[in-house]
């Protein structure tokens, strides 16, 4: 993983996109049985930085692992995690191309993900949305949560939750996708729909409204609200630790939006919400028209 | 120094050229009276980073910090070492474009730092010494090593010994001289010109050739080594966490290479050895041609 070199040399597109994402055991994640394993937590680290380039519908080029080491994790606990940030960055078309590995008290994983956009398709923010625009989320949300909030619980989760929380998916194609076909603003929806759509909403000076009956939603997510005696809709809003991307476009826009997302192989955008003139924000309406509070999502392990 | 969006834009040159340096308390430093102030330790995470770019002879663009935050760590704090690190930024040209903030255990922080090459002056890389070619070293070596070994004597070292620990200059303007000047190769010599100089050897697949009373040693170094009792040429050669650059350049653009350094405002380039065919690696030769090994540096507080 670390370069030869002082430092890795690499072909240039004209935009760079660079995000940086630090993950710290006993904070972010506990390397244990039942919680993940090495391999989860490499693919994770480097999943965190790559939805970053995502939602700015950015190429993602290299990637650069710093890693803080305790003394007892063990030479194959680096080499699983390795191999686990380089399985998903190789499926993914990504260079690990440096790092850093020291000692540290604590697992640390710092990655730096570097996306490419060329100046025809400009980097999509957050800050672009538009009264009037339509509101979308890719794939089903709720997986993350589900898993956390019945591991709480003490109950089991069962393997497409657990994956959904170890394994999460960066919508690199989708958000590439979604980004030449004109949206105007994406953000992952990392610390949950609602807080993201939030800060989506309060950057770009517009309210988004999202009704709560129109979120899709993960079977399992749906099972394990009904388990846990929770509304399924408002799980699914709250769940953190998704890669999903929350994106805006204008209405018009909305077939060519959700067409590009499948052929760029998935997942489906699903139309939830409408922007609207008004206080920077969002806010999430039960079918009869209510405002809902959403909890905002904390790293909690 | 969060970026407002999900990741940072900038435009880009032909070739990124990137390096990350993680570096923990406890470890490489200790956020206490006496070793290092939170503006200190900003100031060196940034400088190591950076120094890396300097050594490629690239043009230093951005840095991205991420900062892992015990609770005991003040906001004060934080904001001195920010500060720490945005002053040297500025004096660098350099743009602190984003970062991450989390809780950690101990003190960490994460810096990528991203040059930039055009197309015309390649980054100089440390394979690329040739036989013939005689090696110099940027300013005047032993600060660091002279500090520490003091401290670890339990002496004073004197502010200007100290300043060299704590406030190490990355050679930004140097390095990219240099290699506009032609250097064949070059390494900043972070772990000791005797190692960094062994690994400039075997990258290029030659055997360099120093001679020890030909080391440029910082006067306050010089008084260090005398009172510990110290060979000084060794302990320059030995002396870490300096960020003076090693370089390689064929015998005919001595001049050249030394005078643009000097027209970049310096530091001075020293000659201090040659280039030899041989298994790859590096020499101290004493003033009577013997050779003398030297220790390798290991980071410790």
Redesign the interface.
């Known amino acids: 993983m670390p370069s030869?070199?002082?430092?890795?040399?690499?072909?240039?597109?004209?935009?760079?996109?660079?995000?940086?994402?630090?993950?710290?055991e006993?904070?972010?994640f506990e390397l244990a049985p039942g919680w993940a394993s090495p391999a989860d937590v490499g693919h994770r680290a480097l999943a965190a930085a790559l939805s970053?380039?995502a939602?700015?519908g950015?190429r993602a080029g290299?990637a650069?692992?710093?890693?803080?080491l305790p003394a007892r994790v063990t030479d194959d606990e680096v080499l699983e995690l390795v191999d686990g940030a380089g399985e998903l960055a190789r499926r993914c078309g990504v260079t690990i191309?440096?790092?850093?590995i020291?000692?540290?008290?604590?697992l640390?994983v710092?990655v730096?993900?570097?996306?490419?956009?060329s100046r025809e398709v400009s980097?999509v923010?957050?800050?672009g949305a538009r009264a009037g625009d339509i509101v979308g989320v890719t794939g089903r949300l709720g997986g993350p949560a589900g898993a956390l909030e019945l591991l709480a619980a003490g109950r089991e989760p069962g393997p497409e939750l657990l994956a959904r929380l170890r394994r999460p998916e960066p919508r690199l194609a989708a958000g590439a996708a979604v980004a030449a076909a004109g949206a105007h603003a994406m953000?992952?929806v990392s610390d949950g729909l609602a807080a993201d759509a939030s800060l989506l909403g309060r950057?770009s000076g517009v309210r988004l409204r999202i009704e709560l009956e129109r979120l899709p939603l993960l079977p399992a997510a749906a099972d394990a609200a009904a388990a846990l005696g929770r509304d399924g809709a408002l799980l699914a809003a709250e769940s953190g630790e998704e890669f999903e991307l929350c994106i805006c476009a204008a209405a018009a826009d909305a077939d060519a939006v959700a067409g590009a997302a499948a052929d760029a192989g998935g997942p489906e955008v699903t139309w939830i919400g409408e922007v609207r003139a008004g206080d920077g924000g969002a806010d999430l309406a039960a079918r009869d028209g209510t405002l809902v509070a959403a909890r905002g999502y904390e790293?909690r392990v």
Chains 1, 2 share one sequence.
């Open positions: 030869g070199d002082d430092a890795a040399v690499v072909a240039a597109d004209a935009l760079a996109v660079t995000s940086v994402d630090m993950m710290v006993g904070v972010h970053d380039i939602a700015m950015s290299e650069y692992i710093a890693l803080g191309a440096g790092g850093d020291v000692a540290a008290p604590a640390t710092c730096t993900a570097v996306g490419w956009s980097p923010t957050r800050a953000i992952d950057a790293h």
